[in-house]
């Protein structure tokens, strides 16, 4: 637990923790965490998105009657690797794991930091 300090005004009765040192590490790295989920999943959703639209539009063009076959069997072809693309992005992007080393990272920080704090013996 850390100390607080109390200070009284006339109107307020205010406690100060005192911030141990580098106490604010492990919320910093919560904060990196946080951020990372939130932006990363948003990247991904949007390139996702974006990727569809593109895919329904080289469908259009594969399948316009308009078109000379050759022209369509690549519209086709581009379609498919667009579509290869989304998925390799909603497979193979891991960013559980990215998050699972975060966090180990987080507790690790925690736990030298509890170390750091415990007194030490003198030999």
């Known amino acids: 637990m850390t100390p607080e300090t109390k200070m009284e005004t006339k109107t307020h009765t205010v406690y100060i923790r005192e911030v141990k040192r580098g106490e604010a590490f492990p919320r910093r790295l919560r904060r990196v965490r946080r951020a990372y989920e939130v932006d ?5 959703e ?4 974006n990727l569809e639209e593109l895919a329904e539009e080289a469908h259009k063009r594969a399948t316009s009657k308009y078109l000379p076959t050759e022209v ?3 519209w086709a ?3 498919a690797y667009i579509y290869q693309t989304i998925n390799s992005l909603a497979k193979n992007y891991d960013s559980q794991r990215v998050l699972d080393k975060l966090e180990e990272l987080t507790l690790r920080v925690e736990k030298y930091m509890e170390e750091d704090q ?6």
């Open 72 to 74: 369509r069997q690549k």
């Open 118 to 123: 415990q007194p030490r013996e003198e030999d």
């Open 77 to 79: 072809r581009i379609e």
């Open 40 to 44: 990363t999943r948003e990247v991904i």
């Open 46 to 49: 949007k390139a996702i998105r």
